[in-house]
């Protein structure tokens, strides 16, 4: 096992499951830099569900069975917001709008979305350290034939049944990476940089189209791997599989590789796609074949630290 | 009982009671100003605690036993706000804060507090006009021999303990009697203004300090009633009774009535205190005299009953 640091970019519930394997080993020597492009602002409540999904996974509160949210969590507000009719096709559990209302008076306040969430990170016991890809908002739009969508409109409330042509991401021209995401990148002690099996599209690629992102990447001159994820030509959970099909690729592990060709420098894919590992390596890539369905915790630590390993071998 | 209208001036807890009582018997045909100088933002929530108290009281919905909140509430928001590190001194129910975070967002938008709380008043199945007194913000400060306070932190967070010099009420010199009020007090049905049994200073006093205000009550000319909120000397809930004496005055009706005099026609007083009516009827005021405190909903009705008979009979 390494003893330096890891970088890994990561969105919502699968990226979360590897950084959390990659945390049990690393602690406060690993740095996630997380997708904003989902956050949003909801009765009144800003709301950066990427983020949610880490503290509450690293913080050992997130509901496992459900997929997203808090274990235990109880629904009195959702239920008097019904009754007063409030929207309800997102669902807010009381304790998760207690983490949303400290964070939006903190926003309001002018302070960063960078302090308030190592703060909350801090208080839920989390030593990794959890980075928003910036502290800017740049919305991801979903564009459809019929017209854009915000994200979480067609993400939660049309369950992603719609057939998509792209993507924005507003005000991305305006964002920077702030001074943490630079440091952890800029570190001379950093081994690596981790793609985690998150969304390519609205996952991966806000954070990489953060002016500056990818040439600080580059910058670090230590190796890039990606976890693909999809898997058997489907994603684990989430639209990542008909995203590639409404954008014109069949998907696979090796369409992953061709998506994230030219920044990676390895590929890690399922045991079940082992047979596209050769047209992976063709792409000028490392491969590693290995289980990366994460079922259990053990799965989490097990995955995470073979990715640890292969980088600790020099991608061999 | 009268036919026609009435509006009461009212602020938290025992405000609420008699308003309910006179709901009973009016419904639309009650129209209620309600203070708002105790309105106040926390952990990203914009929080009216007379309009809510008034909205739960008149709903049907508030939790009787503790005497504010709702019944039924439970507390998850508040647990895990605590678990963040976030302010624990003022209690948010789980059902309490989908009310605050709908008008918070809608008031962000833009909304007016009126259509707002008239939208949440509907909803809960109310039919009796409550308005905020203005639209603007105009926050009560407590003034202490050692500062000032924001009335939120006298009142929940200090718990009343401290002595008041007096009071100021921010912003009140831009603000204006919305015009649902105006149309309220205009009215040609309008026969009576009752003054609700709620705190002379901090209740009523911040409604009556709105330009503009006064002059409207005088206008409508009609009888205004108050019921005194002091019975034996003390306050049926809350800090009236010390304020009053902090401020120089022994707590009394007659106390009551003299803070009101030259603004109303009539006082309502308390059984114990019938030896008080001749003082205050030797201020040119009638006086009712009757049981005031209402521990039972059937009190609340009876007392309101009591107040329209007395108005309808030309206060006698």
Redesign the interface.
């Known amino acids: 096992m390494s003893r330096s640091r890891i970088v890994a970019l990561a969105g919502g519930v699968g990226g979360a499951k590897l950084a959390q394997g990659l945390a049990q080993s690393l602690g406060d020597r690993l740095t996630i830099i997380v997708n904003t492009g989902d956050d949003f ?6 709301i950066s569900p990427d983020i949610d999904t880490m503290l509450y996974t690293l913080g050992g509160i997130a509901n496992r069975a459900q997929g997203w949210g ?1 274990e235990g ?2 629904w ?6 019904a ?4 929207p309800t096709w997102f669902q807010l ?13 903190r926003l ?1 306040a002018g302070d960063r979305l960078t302090a308030i969430t190592n ?2 990170a801090q ?2 016991g989390i030593t990794s350290n959890i980075l928003p890809m910036t502290d800017s908002e740049t919305p991801t739009v979903v564009c459809t034939p019929d017209g854009d969508l915000p994200f979480q409109d067609y993400f939660v409330r049309l369950r992603c049944d719609v057939t998509i042509t792209g993507f924005r991401f507003e005000n991305i021209d305006q964002a920077r990476p702030t001074p943490e995401v630079e440091e952890a990148l800029a570190s001379s002690e950093l081994s690596a940089i981790v793609i985690c099996p998150s969304n390519p599209y609205v996952s991966i690629e806000p954070i990489l189209s953060v002016p500056g992102m990818k040439a600080l990447l580059k910058a670090a001159g230590v190796p890039i791997i990606a976890v693909s994820p999809i898997v058997a030509g489907a994603a684990i959970k989430g639209p990542a599989a008909r995203m590639m099909r409404d954008l014109g690729f069949e998907p696979s592990a090796l369409a992953c590789a061709r998506h994230y060709s030219g920044l990676i420098d390895a590929l890690v894919v399922d045991s079940q796609d082992a047979a596209e590992a050769k047209a992976v390596e063709e792409l000028g890539m490392k491969v590693l074949v290995t289980d990366t369905i994460m079922r259990t915790e053990e799965d989490r630590k097990r995955l995470a630290d073979e990715c640890l390993e292969f980088v600790a071998k020099g991608l061999q």
């Not at 559990?93 to 008076?105: E, I, K, P, T, Y």
């Open positions: 602002e909801h009765v009144g409540l800003r808090i969590e109880t009195s507000f959702m239920d008097q917001l009754r007063l009719g409030g559990g009381d304790r998760d709008v207690a983490l949303h209302s400290l964070r939006s008076a309001r703060d909350l208080a839920l």
